[in-house]
């Protein structure tokens, strides 16, 4: 499947977040924390769908934020 | 004895500056005591005690020159007739003022003035406000004994080339009033007295015309003249004006305090308001003479719609524009959802002019989709202070950089974008403060008269942190860490935890050169001078926000600051320099999607419930879309409809051919502004704007200064805009009714903790304040952090270096950087609409002579300038001031496009876009024209 340009924008957000963090320890708490402070709630869904879709293209911190959002998300 | 008296002084010249001490004297003024610091002039105590000495070569903005023998005194005990101006006061000291002896001597001077004067007061332009026919008067010149006959000025000519002032050399009185404006206060040294005795004569830049010279136009001199030598020529072509209002500029963050001087209903002239305490009676060339965009032909004054944006505007009442604002806005939301909305506000507007915008979006429209043009300047400085100190805001106010023994200037170029502040900065370094620039571009303070920076370190774009972890590393591991304020002040396990970081090797100099183009050696010098002053001062600007790791580098340059305990005093600090006039307010009042007014997350619930208590309307406690965001969003048809505030998005936001698609995706773009623009072209409602002559309200500078803008003349559409914002939410569905932006500031004050103490009375009082501004300070906060951080404890934050995605390559080998020009402003809708344009036509493509000989380039060449965006086309101008590798331009002109070829790359913390990164080629092009 092919992101569109909204889609890859996202993609290229989350992996540069991962990548910037200020801690190497807990970067998938850092990214959930980011995102759910700054992003809507819509962006998070999309990221989460397109982690389903397409998981070869998110940094391997992503998939761990993601399974974290997921969880805070379904406690919520 | 008599008690000492006390003047109100603030509209006096009292001739000499103010001099601070910690010891007074009193000295008798004509029997009169007064008490002064020691060091005050004769001159100025006498002013102070309520007496004026005449004076032609003194002004209180300036040092003493004692060459025009008018403000002669008589010192009891002592010989002579001493000048007024160059005599310290002295305890005990008894002076007279006026004696015959006195009389006698200054008629005599004043004779010789005007033997050489044209006798034409009644038609000069300076009738009723020339220091030269008030002083003659004062003195009691009758008569002139000499004859016009004799070798005279009378015919020495005007200078007529610059377009806002002209100087008629036959008024000058040589008073080198002038001069020493352009030396002391502006910092240019654009002036001299040329020649000797009779032949003396001011001089732009070794005898030039004014608009060859090095003059840039502050208006220092032409304020300073005591005659009608140097006068602006709308006071030539219309008369002296009559009556005044104080307000503020409309430009950069420094947000100058102006006085807007009109003939009945028609400004004249804007003069720097002396009381100005972000400016202190200085000025530049925008704020000074650039306003005539406000009249300009091209103001669109009645609202205008239309059904698609290639029909034709057709211009309608207010009521019909709002109307269908409104039903446009309503149809979206029922099709698509309440977040298929959203708004925009601007850094240009009032305070009380985004609060309305940010609160309609959020109350009326229903969603959190609410952000400002600072998303793509500072928006950075607004996460970063946040994190490490706990408040966005800079630290100190500008006043403190006279206490700085090292300034610390990364990626900010103060005298063309900032240019009073820059003066104010010049001033200190003249004084001999250490400067240490940041920045890849060799920009003006790097070497001007009588300034020169110790170490430049030109880094290659896009490595700012590496620099700064590079200079942290060396003050950690050479043990100049201020222990003692961070064991007091800051979070020591997030210290410990910064200290493992930064001496890791890999944030040695020696590691880092190689990426950063500065050598090891200049980054040992650079740390050890920041680290080993007594007060290091950092000033920075988009050059470090507008990069991938802006936010990071925000937060590295606090650290810095931390460690080296160069914060909560004067003459320290982390000092963002705002591009907007208004960048600073717009941010506190709320415009970022994540936040309330007071930078309060929108998931505090504390927060939330208190405005929805105080807005009667229930609140979202999720974030809302960012500029990007919803430019991504409408793309994708999820996103339909803006309401835009002052921002021309499609000429100033990055990757111009994204925000148009955007833009063309939406089905109802409003614009609210004073111009059509790039933007307008794919909107659907036009609400015409005010200018800042039209505003009332308030605008909070870089240094947290509320200053009040006050309405010169009437809303030229006839409404104000919060008054068109608050039509649009009530034909929403909810109204706000505030009858005048005073109202709205103090709903600001209830709801905003920083501004708690803030109101139009409490700022009309005071002049201005810098909050916080509450029962703590009700005065407002000049220095912040003095005993504590916002946040508590200060906290440091590990910054890891992360190169940018934007690297240039084999098929875009340089790399772009942008920036301003001192002329122009921004997208220029305001500064092309005036003279300034014969300082900068057109945008044009700086390049190093080595990068342009291998292209085939020469000076003043069209080239194609094309990245992985797309291109367009500039002139190129060959300079040393930039490395090889590296080309630099501006942005002010639509025409160039400069923002088609930057990248959609942006901060990772904030998407602020990276625009001082972008890999490019140039090649040769025939013309301005794109190739068919």
Same mark, same amino acid.
């Given at each position: 499947m092919m992101l569109d340009y909204t889609q890859q924008h996202l993609v290229k957000m989350v992996n540069q977040i991962a990548s910037n963090v200020p801690l190497r320890e807990d970067v998938a708490g850092q990214i959930v924390d980011h995102v759910t402070r700054f992003w809507t709630p819509t962006m998070c869904a999309d990221l989460t769908q397109i982690g389903r879709d397409q998981p070869e293209i998110l940094a391997a911190e992503v998939h761990a934020a993601l399974a974290l959002l997921e969880t805070s998300t379904a406690g919520a | 004895?008599?008690?000492?008296?006390?003047?109100? =002084?603030?509209?006096?010249?009292?001739?000499?500056?103010?001099?601070?001490s910690d010891s007074t004297v009193t000295v008798l003024i004509d029997g009169t005591p007064i008490a002064v610091p020691a060091g005050t002039s004769v001159m100025r105590a006498a002013s102070l005690a309520g007496t004026q000495i005449p004076k032609l070569c003194a002004t209180d903005s300036l040092d003493a020159f004692g060459s025009c023998r008018m403000c002669l005194v008589e010192i009891e005990g002592r010989k002579g007739t001493p000048a007024s101006c160059t005599t310290p006061c002295e305890d005990g000291m008894s002076v007279k003022t006026q004696t015959p002896r006195l009389d006698k001597l200054r008629k005599g001077v004043m004779e010789l003035y005007i033997s050489d004067h044209p006798l034409d007061c009644l038609t000069c332009s300076a009738n009723g406000d020339c220091e030269l026919q008030d002083t003659a008067g004062a003195v009691g010149l009758r008569s002139v004994r000499y004859s016009p006959a004799g070798a005279n000025h009378l015919d020495a000519g005007t200078d007529s080339s610059n377009p806002y002032f002209s100087f008629d050399a036959s008024k000058c009185i040589v008073c080198s009033r002038c001069v020493r404006a352009c030396s002391e206060v502006q910092g240019t040294f654009a002036l001299t007295i040329a020649g000797r005795g009779f032949d003396s004569k001011v001089s732009p830049s070794e005898e030039n015309?004014?608009?060859?010279?090095?003059?840039?136009?502050?208006?220092?001199?032409?304020?300073?003249?005591?005659?009608?030598t140097l006068q602006e020529t709308r006071v030539i072509d219309l008369g002296v004006p009559t009556r005044k209002v104080k307000t503020t500029c409309a430009y950069c963050g420094v947000g100058c305090s102006f006085v807007a001087e009109l003939r009945g209903d028609e400004l004249v002239r804007m003069v720097p308001d002396k009381q100005g305490g972000a400016n202190e009676g200085h000025s530049c060339v925008k704020g000074r003479f650039a306003w005539g965009y406000a009249t300009h032909a091209d103001r669109i004054t009645q609202p205008m719609i239309r059904d698609s944006i290639d029909s034709e505007w057709r211009p309608v009442e207010w009521s019909e524009a709002i109307a269908f604002a409104a039903d446009r806005f309503r149809a979206i939301q029922k099709?698509?959802? =309440?977040?298929?909305?959203?708004? =925009?506000?601007?850094?240009?507007?009032?305070?009380?002019?985004?609060?309305?915008?940010?609160?309609?979006?959020?109350?009326?429209?229903?969603?959190?989709?609410?952000?400002?043009?600072?998303?793509?300047?500072?928006?950075?400085?607004?996460?970063?202070?946040?994190?490490?100190?706990?408040?966005?805001?800079g630290t100190q106010d500008f006043a403190s950089v006279q206490k700085s023994d090292v300034i610390m200037v990364i990626g900010a170029n103060p005298t063309d974008a900032h240019p009073v502040f820059g003066s104010r900065m010049k001033r200190r370094l003249r004084q001999g403060a250490k400067l240490l620039v940041i920045d890849p571009r060799s920009i003006d303070l790097v070497r001007s008269p009588h300034v020169k920076a110790t170490e430049h370190l030109q880094l290659q774009p896009g490595t700012n942190v590496a620099v700064l972890n590079a200079l942290a590393h060396v003050i950690a591991t050479e043990g100049w860490v201020d222990e003692a304020f961070v064991a007091e002040r800051c979070d020591t396990a997030s210290f410990a935890a910064w200290r493992r970081f930064i001496e890791l090797p890999e944030n040695s100099p020696e590691s880092l050169a190689e990426v950063t183009g500065v050598s090891a050696e200049t980054l040992r010098s650079a740390a050890a001078i920041y680290a080993q002053a007594g007060n290091s001062a950092i000033y920075y600007g988009l050059g470090v926000t507008e990069h991938s790791q802006g936010s990071t580098m925000v937060m590295a340059m606090a650290n810095l600051a931390m460690a080296t305990g160069n914060i909560g005093r004067d003459g320290v600090g982390v000092n963002p320099l705002r591009g907007q006039n208004n960048v600073q307010g717009a941010c506190d009042m709320g415009s970022f999607p994540h936040e309330f007014s007071g930078y309060r997350?929108?998931?505090?619930?504390?927060?939330?419930?208190?405005?929805?208590?105080?807005?009667?309307?229930?609140?979202?406690?999720?974030?809302?879309?960012? =500029?990007?965001?919803?430019l991504d969003a409408a793309v994708s048809g999820q996103f339909r409809g803006i309401y835009i505030q002052?921002?021309?998005?499609?000429?100033?936001?990055p990757n111009s051919q994204h925000v148009e698609a955007a833009l063309k995706a939406m089905d109802c773009v409003v614009v609210q502004d004073l111009f059509l623009n790039e933007t307008s072209k794919y909107a659907h409602v036009f609400l015409p704007g005010t200018s800042f002559l039209e505003k009332d309200g308030t605008f909070t500078n870089a240094e947290r200064r509320i200053n009040r803008v006050r309405p010169v003349v009437p809303p030229a559409s006839g409404l104000s805009e919060w008054q068109v914002t608050c039509a649009l939410s009530a034909a929403m569905g909810y109204p706000m009714d505030y009858a005048s932006a005073s109202e709205i500031m103090d709903e600001i004050a209830a709801l905003t903790p920083t501004f708690k103490g803030v109101s139009f009375e409490l700022l009309d009082a005071l002049g201005s304040v810098q909050w916080p501004c509450n029962e703590q300070a009700p005065e407002g906060t000049p220095i912040m952090h003095a005993q504590r951080f916002v946040r508590g404890q200060g906290q440091f934050v590990t910054t890891p270096y992360v190169p940018t995605d934007e690297r240039s390559t084999r098929k875009f080998p340089l790399l772009l950087t942008t920036g301003r020009i001192l002329s122009q402003y921004n997208v220029g809708a305001q500064t092309r609409r005036t003279a300034n344009s014969v300082w900068h036509a057109e945008d044009i493509l700086e390049i190093h002579e080595s990068d342009a000989e291998l292209r085939g380039v020469a000076q003043g060449d069209w080239v194609e300038v094309s990245s992985r965006a797309g291109s367009t086309r500039m002139r190129a101008h060959i300079s040393d001031d930039i490395p090889a590798g590296v080309v630099y331009t501006t942005f002010h002109h639509p025409v160039s496009g400069t923002?088609?070829?930057?990248?959609?790359?942006?901060?990772?913390?904030?998407?602020?876009?990276e625009y001082k990164v972008t890999a490019v080629q140039i090649r040769p092009s025939a013309s301005a024209a794109a190739p068919a």
């Open positions: - | 004895m008599n008690k000492p008296i006390e003047v109100d =002084i603030a509209d006096l010249d009292l001739g000499t500056p103010l001099r601070l015309a004014f608009l060859d010279s090095e003059c840039v136009s502050c208006g220092a001199c032409v304020q300073a003249c005591p005659t009608a099709q698509y959802g =309440i977040d298929a909305l959203g708004g =925009i506000t601007s850094s240009r507007c009032t305070n009380e002019e985004v609060y309305v915008v940010q609160k309609m979006v959020r109350a009326a429209l229903g969603t959190n989709n609410v952000d400002t043009c600072a998303r793509v300047c500072h928006s950075p400085t607004g996460y970063g202070l946040k994190q490490t100190f706990g408040t966005s805001a997350h929108v998931s505090d619930d504390a927060a939330r419930e208190l405005f929805s208590a105080l807005w009667g309307v229930g609140l979202r406690k999720d974030p809302g879309l960012r =500029i990007p965001n919803m002052g921002e021309d998005i499609a000429q100033s936001d923002n088609v070829i930057t990248t959609d790359n942006s901060d990772w913390a904030t998407n602020c876009p």
